[in-house]
């Protein structure tokens, strides 16, 4: 094909493409926009995971009828005017984008009345040609409707996930500007449904329940000089870091509850994550992540916003300085405000028993030999063959003879396969043991769990959870799964709603399954009596695929006799 330049239509919906990714990056502009105009509230109201619509109400400074058509002109603005200006961005928005954007992949409403005048406007646009233009009475600020994103841009429509996945991208989106602007008043509708809602009370620690609940709350620890920085309050430092974090009880097992903000703009950043990580070393079991949010202030001209299409990405122009103002002010917090556990402590907390540990080796009883033991013949080769407890290594692992060598078994990972096993057998034949509890129990949510939770019950029911609705994003359980009973099923439930959400629901049952397996099984560190062990042998014996855990690692090393012979040079 010979060069030339693209026409204006193809040029709008690759510009848009940067810009609108989902429809969360639709209600991300909006909300910026709301927050740029000072709004002090902001509703979002969302259906059909944003394609159906997306509408956000303000109560800002709103757009003179004279410009409300502009706003939908590509790089028109009114937050900078020059290339200075660029320089020291204070604003959320200042590309001129976010509008025309939207405008060439959905049909887009506007109704506007500023601050100045007595009468609004209201505009509304289809394929970015203004269909409807004219004076509307309202109060003062904006209301933004979007409807039927991507329908003319198939290959983006078919590249959205769920609903539920949409929605859940959507909830984190508000939560983060939740906690950003504790002084703004948030709600969010998910399909009528109220998602989120926050007092606007000015107090990050409000915002914190409102999002992640009292139970997380409880648990963050502030940092820098508190709430009154974190509202541009006093500096203590070159780039005064404000925020809180959650002290190591309440670690998690991703990355998703770490918030970063730089001048209270979100962004995502692996320099800071790696920051906060840093501070908490030592103190978090490997694989397990924090809880941060974290806001850094600096002079404008100390970051470069405009590196990124949706701005969320930046460049620090002092990247050492800035990674170790997070990392003291974090540390900081942490080392004031936990106490240094004890090395007791610290085996309870991460999970490993509390027993001294003791060396169970017992002798094989005198006589026994290896013809002794039958032999399995005719089972298949996948399955083992009977074993010999001989006992137990660093409270981990088991020692086990067989007809044909040794078998160092991993504890945790037999035990995995077994339950596995067992639970899909009870869920095939609905046959669930379930435990009710002696009193039920409240389980809190955060607004992308509660999405995710919502369209999962069932799927945790068939499993033998009971589990239903008390108010805003708290759920009562009332039964589980008996192999979880006096377990950490909590803990089971969230890491499930935090995982990468799986679209199909045959997905779901098998992670349930996984999960439960993983959080009901013994224990690396536990200590097992012989009768244990040999229960957990036999059991691992009667299951159809023993030498792999559900997640695929290996349960057991086997350590062949003729193999051992020729090592001691007998072979
Ligand atoms: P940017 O935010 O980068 O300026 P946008 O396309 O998002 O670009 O918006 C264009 C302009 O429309 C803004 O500069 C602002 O003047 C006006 N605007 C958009 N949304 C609002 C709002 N909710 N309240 C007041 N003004 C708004
Ligand atoms: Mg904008």
């Not at 409102?210 to 070159?238: F, K, P, Q």
């Amino acid at each position: 094909m010979s060069i030339k330049v693209l026409d204006k239509e193809v040029v709008s919906q690759i510009a848009a493409g940067e810009v609108v990714e989902r429809p969360a990056s639709v209600v991300k502009e909006l909300v910026e926009n709301a927050l740029d105009a000072g709004s002090t509230q902001i509703s979002i109201e969302v259906k059909g995971g944003g394609v159906s619509l997306i509408r956000v109400t303000d109560n800002g400074t709103g757009i003179p009828s004279g410009e409300v058509a502009l706003a939908f002109e590509r790089y028109a603005t009114s937050k900078i005017g020059s290339l200075e200006d660029l320089e020291s961005i204070g604003s959320l928005g200042f590309r001129g984008e976010a509008l025309p954007s939207i405008a060439a992949v959905a049909r887009i409403e506007i109704s506007t009345q500023a601050v100045a005048e007595t009468v609004g406007s209201y505009l509304s646009l289809q394929d970015s040609v203004v269909i409807e233009q004219r004076s509307q009475g309202r109060s003062q600020g904006t209301t933004v409707s979007v409807r039927n994103l991507f329908r003319k841009v198939p290959a983006r429509l078919k590249f959205l996930k769920t609903s539920t996945t949409e929605n859940s991208h959507i909830a984190n989106a508000v939560s983060q500007y939740a906690l950003a602007f504790p002084e703004v008043k948030f709600v969010l509708f998910v399909d009528g449904r109220v998602a989120l809602r926050t007092p606007g009370s000015g107090q990050l620690i409000d915002s914190v329940i409102a999002v992640y609940g009292l139970e997380v709350a409880r648990n963050m620890l502030t940092i820098g000089s508190g709430d009154d920085a974190w509202e541009g309050g006093v500096a203590t430092s070159a780039f005064p870091v404000t925020g809180m974090v959650g002290s190591p009880t309440i670690s998690r097992s991703n990355r998703g509850y770490l918030s970063f903000f730089a001048n209270r703009r979100w962004i995502s950043s692996r320099l800071l994550a790696w920051a906060v990580e840093e501070a908490y070393h030592g103190l978090l079991m490997v694989g397990k992540h924090p809880v941060a949010i974290i806001n850094i202030s600096l002079p404008p001209q100390e970051v470069d916003v405009n590196i990124h299409p949706t701005k969320t990405e930046i460049k620090f122009h002092h990247e050492h300085t800035v990674f170790s103002a997070v990392q003291k002010a974090v540390r900081q917090a942490l080392i004031e405000q936990v106490p240094v556990p004890k090395i007791e402590e610290v085996a309870t907390t991460y999970g490993a028993s509390s027993v001294p540990r003791q060396v169970s080796w017992p002798l094989p009883e005198r006589g026994a030999s290896l013809s002794s033991l039958p032999v399995a013949s005719q089972t298949p080769a996948v399955s083992l063959p009977m074993l010999r407890v001989l006992g137990q290594m660093l409270n981990s692992y088991i020692i086990a003879e067989g007809p044909d060598g040794l078998y160092l078994i991993d504890q945790h990972a037999a035990h995995e396969r077994i339950l596995f096993e067992k639970i899909k057998l009870q869920s095939s034949r609905q046959k669930i043991e379930v435990q009710g509890l002696l009193e039920p129990v409240t389980f809190e949510v955060n607004p992308k769990q509660g999405e995710v939770l919502k369209h999962h019950y069932e799927n945790l029911a068939e499993f033998g959870f009971s589990i239903e609705p008390f108010g805003d994003r708290v759920y009562l359980v009332r039964a589980v799964p008996v192999l979880l009973y006096k377990k950490d099923w909590a803990g089971m439930i969230r890491e499930l709603l935090d995982s990468p959400s799986g679209e199909e629901q045959g997905d779901w049952t098998e992670k349930i399954a996984i999960s439960i397996a993983c959080h009901g099984a013994v224990r690396a560190g536990q200590a097992l009596t012989d009768d244990e062990m040999r229960e957990l042998v036999r059991q691992l014996e009667q299951v159809a695929v023993p030498h792999t855990c559900p997640h695929g690692r290996p349960t057991m090393i086997h350590f062949d006799s003729a193999q051992l012979r020729k090592e001691f040079g007998r072979g």
